[in-house]
């Protein structure tokens, strides 16, 4: 199934943190906090601003992002489990 955001929104696919600490811990799924980095699988036009003008997005897909615990909203499309937010809930692109 093709997905395209529209307006400021994104497609963000959660990048799995490793599940050992350090120390050689392995920390089990039920304890393990959802991953706040993710990889941008789509990204629509952007927005309007109060001029009318299109303000195209800071991020494009492929870019890897952090984003806040609570950002977003999680769907499934394909089988897949993806969310979708406001560029603004994005904190920054990772390089």
């Known amino acids: 199934m093709q ?6 929104r ?3 696919r959660r990048i799995e ?3 050992k600490t350090k120390g050689g811990i392995i920390i089990p799924d039920t304890a393990a906090e959802k991953p706040q980095q993710g990889e941008v699988i789509a990204a629509g ?4 601003g109060e001029d009318g003008k299109l303000q195209p997005l800071d ?11 609570w950002s977003g909203t999680e769907v499934k499309i394909d ?6 937010m406001k560029e603004s809930d994005i904190l ?3 390089g």
């Open 79 to 84: 089988a897949e489990e993806l969310l979708i």
């Open 59 to 69: 991020v494009k897909k492929g870019d890897k992002v952090l984003f806040g615990k």
């Open 92 to 94: 920054g692109i990772l």
């Open 10 to 12: 994104v497609v963000v």
């Open 17 to 19: 943190e490793e599940l």
């Open 3 to 8: 997905f395209r955001p529209l307006h400021d």
């Open 45 to 48: 036009p952007g927005a309007r």
